[in-house]
C-alpha cells in the first residue's frame, strides 16, 4: 500500500472515530494527531506533547486499535511520538502550507463556557444584591479589594451563579488574554482524583496555579468533609493570592459556618470580601419581572406584574419559572396574560412548593421564646413577647400564601398592625450584623427543616 493510500485509510479511521465522540473531544484530540506511517506492525501516530500522549493510552486506544486493525493489515500496535515542529516557539517553514494547530493552542482557545445569559447587564441590582454585584464588579474591573478575592454567599437561587458568569463573561469580552478558570467544587474534586489515579498532578497545579489569572470556584459547601481537597485548595489558593492573581468564591454559607471545612480553608475564604445576597424585596421582584418579560419581549399588565412580585416571594428562579410558565400557558391557549391567569399558574407553582402554615410558625416561634400561643396572640408589649410577634407575623408573610387579613386574624391584629410588623422586621434586616438579622435567619432555617423532615 503506497503512503497516498495508507493516508487516504487514516482518514478513514478518523471519520469512525469522530462518529462515536462528541465534537470538543475529536477537535482537541483526534484531529490534532499525525499520520506517520506503519513500522513493523505498529501504527505510528504524531502527538503535540507527552500528555497527549498519555490521555489516547488512558481514553482511546481501546477504541482506536480495533478501528485501526481493520483498515491497516498487520498492525497490531499503536505506537505514539511526540510530532517535530510542535516544539513551543517553532518557525513555520515558508511554503509549507498551513500549521497544524498546536495542542497548547486547542487549550487556550477551549476555555471555560460562560452562560451567554449572565452578564451584569441582565442582573437586577437592588438592596438585597446591591453590595455583593459591585463586589463582582470591581472584581472583574481589578479595582484594589481586599487580597483580590471576594467571597459571595446566599440561599440557592438569588445570583450567585449569575454574577460569578458575568465576571467571566466580562473578562472574556473585554480582557481575553487572562487565563480564567472556571469550575465547581465538586469538578474540582473530580480532576483532582482524576490526576492523582494517573499520575498527573503536575497537569492539575499547572491549571489551577501557574496558569491562572481568574480562579473562579462555585459551591464551597461541597467540600463539607472532604479533608485532602479541602487542602489542595489551601494550597492552591496561597499560590494564586502570593502571585497577586484574583479569586472569586460562592457558597451557601459564611465559611466558619460551613461544617467539617477545616480551619485554614475557613480562614482563607473569610480572609477576603464577603458579600452576602438576600433574598429580592418586593421593589426588586418588580424589576426582575419587568427586566424578564422585556427580555423576552412580552407584555405583562402591570397589576400582574405586582401580584406576582407580592405572591412569589421566595428566590428569583422561582420568580422567573412563574413567569416563563405564564408566558408559555398565554401561548398555548391565545389568550392574553391576564390577573386571573397569573392567578392560576401561580398557585400551580406554590402548591408543588413545601407547605409551611401559620400554625407551624406560631409553634417554632413560641418555642425559641419560650412564650405560650396565648401569649403570642395577646395583647402584651412585654419586649420578649413583641419581638415574637413582630417575627412571627414577618415569616408567616415570607413563607405561606395567607393574605395579610389572615395573618393579622391568626395573631389577633389588625391589618395595619401586621404591615407594621413586616416592615420593621425588614428594616432590621437590612443591618447586615444586627440581632434581629441573626434570629431571623436562624428561625427560617429552622422552620425549613422542620418543614422539610416532616414532608
Keep these: 500500500m503506497g503512503r497516498g493510500a495508507m493516508e487516504q485509510e487514516w482518514l478513514q479511521v478518523r471519520k469512525k472515530l469522530q462518529r462515536s465522540l462528541s465534537k470538543g473531544q475529536y477537535d482537541l484530540w483526534v484531529s490534532t494527531l499525525e499520520f506517520l506511517g506503519i513500522e513493523d506492525g505498529n501504527l505510528i501516530l ?3 506533547n507527552r500528555f497527549h500522549i498519555e490521555w489516547l493510552r488512558e481514553k482511546l486506544e481501546a477504541k482506536l486499535l480495533p478501528i485501526a486493525s481493520q483498515h491497516f493489515r498487520g498492525v497490531r500496535k499503536l505506537e505514539y511520538r511526540v510530532a517535530q515542529g510542535c516544539a ?3 518557525p513555520e517553514i515558508e511554503g509549507a502550507g498551513p500549521r497544524q494547530i498546536a495542542f497548547s493552542d486547542v487549550v487556550k482557545c477551549v476555555g471555560p463556557a460562560f452562560n ?18 459591585a463586589a463582582a464588579m470591581g472584581m472583574a474591573n481589578n479595582q484594589q479589594l481586599y487580597n483580590q478575592s471576594v467571597y459571595l454567599l446566599s440561599d440557592t437561587g438569588l445570583g450567585k451563579s449569575h454574577l460569578t458568569h458575568a465576571v467571566g463573561n466580562y473578562l ?3 480582557k481575553p488574554e487572562l487565563r480564567v478558570q472556571y469550575v465547581t467544587t465538586e469538578q474540582f474534586a473530580n480532576e483532582m482524583i482524576f490526576s492523582l489515579k494517573n499520575g498527573n498532578m503536575e497537569a492539575f497545579k ?3 496555579r501557574t496558569g491562572c489569572d481568574v480562579l473562579l470556584l462555585e459551591k464551597i459547601e461541597f467540600l463539607s468533609g472532604k479533608e485532602k481537597i479541602q487542602k489542595e485548595l ?18 451557601n454559607a459564611y465559611p466558619k459556618d460551613i461544617p467539617k471545612l477545616n480551619s485554614e480553608l475557613q480562614s482563607r475564604l473569610g480572609g477576603g470580601l464577603l458579600a452576602p445576597i438576600d433574598k429580592p424585596d418586593f421593589k426588586t421582584r418588580i424589576e426582575i419581572i419587568k427586566r424578564k418579560s422585556h427580555t423576552e419581549n412580552i407584555r405583562v399588565p402591570m397589576e400582574v406584574v405586582e401580584y406576582l412580585a407580592d405572591r412569589i416571594t421566595g428566590d428569583v428562579r422561582q420568580l422567573e419559572s412563574c413567569l416563563v410558565g405564564l408566558m408559555a400557558k398565554s401561548n398555548i391557549l391565545r389568550t392574553p396574560i391576564t390577573l386571573d391567569l397569573a392567578r392560576e399558574v401561580s398557585q400551580t407553582m406554590l402548591d408543588q412548593l413545601p407547605k409551611i402554615s401559620v400554625e407551624q410558625i406560631q409553634k417554632i416561634i413560641c418555642a425559641n421564646f419560650r412564650i405560650t400561643l396565648e401569649e403570642l396572640r395577646s395583647t402584651s408589649r412585654r419586649k420578649q413577647v413583641a419581638l415574637a410577634r413582630k417575627i412571627g407575623i414577618y415569616l408567616s408573610r415570607e413563607y405561606t400564601t395567607e393574605s395579610l ?20 422586621v425588614q428594616k432590621g434586616m437590612g443591618e447586615a450584623n444586627g440581632r434581629l438579622k441573626r434570629e431571623v435567619e436562624y428561625l427560617s432555617r429552622r422552620l ?4 422539610l423532615s416532616e414532608s
Excluded: W
Design 46 to 48: 504524531g502527538c503535540q
Design 88 to 90: 513551543a516557539g517553532a
Design 116 to 133: 451567554p445569559r449572565f452578564t451584569f447587564d441582565h442582573f437586577v441590582v437592588g438592596g438585597c444584591n446591591q453590595f455583593a454585584y
Design 172 to 174: 472574556r469580552n473585554r
Design 206 to 208: 499547572n491549571k489551577f
Design 234 to 251: 489551601v494550597y492552591t489558593l496561597d499560590e494564586l493570592m502570593d502571585r497577586g492573581k484574583t479569586v472569586l468564591c460562592t457558597g
Design 405 to 424: 387579613q389572615s395573618i393579622g386574624k391568626s395573631f389577633q391584629r389588625s391589618h395595619s398592625s401586621v404591615l407594621y410588623a413586616v416592615n420593621e
Design 448 to 451: 425549613e427543616t422542620s418543614c
